[in-house]
C-alpha cells in the first residue's frame, strides 16, 4: 500500500488491526501518525493514544488490550520493529487484537524486508511504503504548502523549486519556507526569488554542469564542478556523477532495444525530469563511451584511497574527458 491508499483509508475510516509505516518520506509519513491520531476523539486523546519508543511484546499486548476511554477507538503506536522471538508472540496475538485497538509500526526509512514481521505486513497488505515524492505530486505539495505562508506561488515556479530542490519533502519545506520569508507576507515567490533565497540540490548542480559539458562549454563546466566542490567532496559528487552516467547508458540499452522516450522515461524510473535527460543525454553517447564514463567516475574513490591521485584532481580528470565527441 502506498502513502497515497493509506491517507484514503484515513478518510474513509476503514482502519483496522495493525499497520507498518516505512519509507525514505520521513515528513509525510509523520504526518500521516498525525492524521491517525486526529481521528481519536480530541477529548479523549490524552487518554486513547500510546506511545512506546521501545518495544517490549508484552506490554504493547497489554496496551492494546486495554479499552477505550470515553472514545470508540485506542491508538498504539510503536517506534520499533519486532525481533524474531518478539514477533513470533505478536504475531499470535494479533488476530485477536480488540476492534477498538488500531496498531501502528512506524519506522525511520526502509524496513528490512528480510524481517518476519516486514513480510508478514506486506503479505496482509498492511505494509504502508512512504516513498519521496515524485516530480509532479511534490509540485502540488509546494503549491499547497505556499499557502500557509500567505504567499502565492505559480506551477512554473513550483516547478523550478522542485528542480532545483528535490522532492524530498524535508528539504523542500526548509527552501520554500525560505523563499516565502525573503518574498514576504502577500507576495508572489518567484524564479528570481528562488535563485536568491534557496540552496541549490547538488543534483540540480551536476545537472547544471552536464548541460555545460554537452554544449561543449568545458570552461563552464569547470566553474560549475568549482561551485560544486563548495558544497559536497569529491567523492560524493563523483558518486552522484556514476550514477547519472549509469542511467544514461540505461537509456542507451532500451534505446537499442527501439523503445520511444516515453517507455525508456517509465523504465528508468525515479524523477521523470532526470529521466527525461539521461534519454537525450544518452543520445550524444556511443555505448563504449558512457561505460568508460560510468568506470572513470566510479574509479575516484579508488584512485584517491590508493594514493595515485587526489580525489579532486581524478575527479577533474573524468570531468574533462565524459564530454561527447563532438562532430
Known amino acids: 500500500m502506498n502513502h497515497t491508499a493509506f491517507f484514503k483509508c484515513i478518510k474513509d475510516g476503514t482502519l483496522h488491526g495493525a499497520y507498518l509505516l516505512q519509507g525514505k518520506e ?6 500521516a501518525v498525525q492524521r491517525v491520531m486526529e481521528t481519536v476523539e ?20 497489554a496496551a492494546c488490550e ?10 498504539i503506536v510503536c517506534r520499533e520493529l519486532p525481533g524474531k522471538e518478539q514477533w513470533e508472540r505478536l504475531s499470535a496475538y494479533l488476530p485477536a487484537m480488540p476492534d477498538t485497538t488500531l496498531l501502528l509500526f512506524v519506522v525511520r526509512g526502509e524496513a528490512n524486508g528480510t524481517l518476519a514481521a516486514v513480510k508478514a505486513f506486506k503479505a496482509d497488505n498492511a505494509l504502508v511504503s512512504f516513498d519521496i515524492l515524485n516530480e509532479a505530486e511534490a509540485v502540488i505539495w ?20 522542485v528542480k532545483v530542490v528535490g522532492c524530498e519533502l524535508g528539504e523542500l519545506g526548509n527552501e520554500l519556507a525560505k523563499a516565502a520569508g525573503y518574498a514576504g507576507a502577500g507576495q508572489e515567490i518567484t524564479r528570481k526569488i528562488i535563485d536568491i533565497a534557496v540552496t541549490r ?10 548541460d555545460c559539458l554537452l554544449a ?23 558518486s552522484l556523477l556514476a550514477g547519472r552516467f549509469k542511467q544514461m547508458l540505461q537509456a542507451k540499452l532500451y534505446m537499442e532495444k527501439g523503445l520511444d522516450k516515453k517507455t525508456v522515461v517509465a523504465k528508468l524510473g525515479g524523477s521523470a525530469y532526470a529521466a527525461g535527460l539521461s534519454y537525450e543525454a544518452a543520445k550524444r553517447y556511443t555505448k563504449e563511451m558512457l561505460i568508460r564514463n560510468v568506470k572513470a567516475f566510479s574509479d ?6 590508493t594514493g595515485q ?8 580528470q573524468a570531468v574533462l574527458h565524459c564530454a561527447p565527441q563532438r562532430s
Open 66 to 75: 486495554t479499552l477505550p476511554f470515553f472514545a470508540s477507538r485506542r491508538l
Open 300 to 305: 575516484v574513490g579508488f584512485l584517491q584511497v
Open 216 to 238: 561543449g562549454k568545458t570552461a563552464d563546466g569547470l566553474r560549475a564542478l568549482s561551485s560544486l566542490l563548495e558544497q559536497g567532496n569529491a567523492f560524493s559528487i563523483a
Open 26 to 31: 520521513e515528513r509525510v509519513k509523520e504526518s
Open 42 to 61: 480530541e477529548a479523549a486523546r490524552d487518554l486513547n493514544v500510546q506511545i512506546f519508543s521501545a518495544l517490549d511484546a508484552a506490554s504493547l499486548i
Open 142 to 161: 509546494v503549491q499547497q504548502q505556499t499557502k500557509k505562508y500567505d504567499a502565492t506561488i505559480s506551477p512554473m515556479a513550483a516547478r523550478y523549486l
Open 309 to 316: 591521485m587526489k580525489d579532486r584532481d581524478a575527479l577533474e
Open 201 to 210: 540540490n547538488i543534483e540540480y548542480g551536476v545537472f547544471a554542469m552536464m
